[in-house]
């Protein structure tokens, strides 16, 4: 089927539901500081089948970059209306790896669960990340409502 479990969703259900208390909070920093994307993307996942979101959020997908240094790009199949909302766990000793936007000449240092909302619509990247990659968990996560989602699994 197009709209199926994840193969971590599905094999690891028990550590997969760990995530929600998490993507529960974030929902909520998102509503509260970005009332109308939340709003928008409220309304685009009012019309798919809630079991393919994250339980009680506005959220599809969760992205986890651990260790990883992502080139310069734009997101593509996130919802155009929607935001990321990226946190991030970290242990061990490193430098860099500040999420970049150069059109703006702004790179953001964000560090153990800060919170970032951004448009991921707009060219951005990170920073390299320094430090010896066996000695510390950069562990990125970003969460956003994936579009193809509307055509694919609507609400029943």
């Known amino acids: 089927p197009e709209c199926r479990l994840t193969a971590i969703s599905s094999e690891h259900w028990d550590q997969y539901a760990q995530l929600f208390p998490l993507a529960q909070h974030l929902n909520e920093i998102y509503q509260t500081y970005c009332p ?10 009012s019309r798919i ?5 994250l ?3 506005v959220f599809s997908t969760c992205t986890c970059n651990r260790n990883f240094t992502t080139a310069l790009h ?3 199949g996130d919802l155009p209306e ?3 909302v990226l946190t991030m ?5 490193f430098t860099g790896g500040e999420l970049a936007f150069p059109q703006y000449r702004v790179a953001v240092r964000y560090r153990m669960l800060d919170v970032l909302i951004t448009d991921s619509h707009q060219p951005h990247g990170n920073l390299p990340v320094i430090g010896d990659p066996n000695a510390y968990t950069r ?3 970003i969460f956003y409502f994936r579009s193809g989602l509307l055509k694919r699994c609507p609400s029943l």
């Open 36 to 45: 109308r994307h939340h709003m928008r993307q409220g309304e685009a996942t």
């Open 49 to 53: 089948d809630p079991a393919y979101l």
């Open 55 to 57: 339980s009680g959020t």
């Open 74 to 76: 734009v997101d593509q």
């Open 82 to 84: 929607g935001r990321g």
């Open 89 to 93: 766990f970290t242990g061990g000793k």
């Open 139 to 141: 562990l990125a996560l």
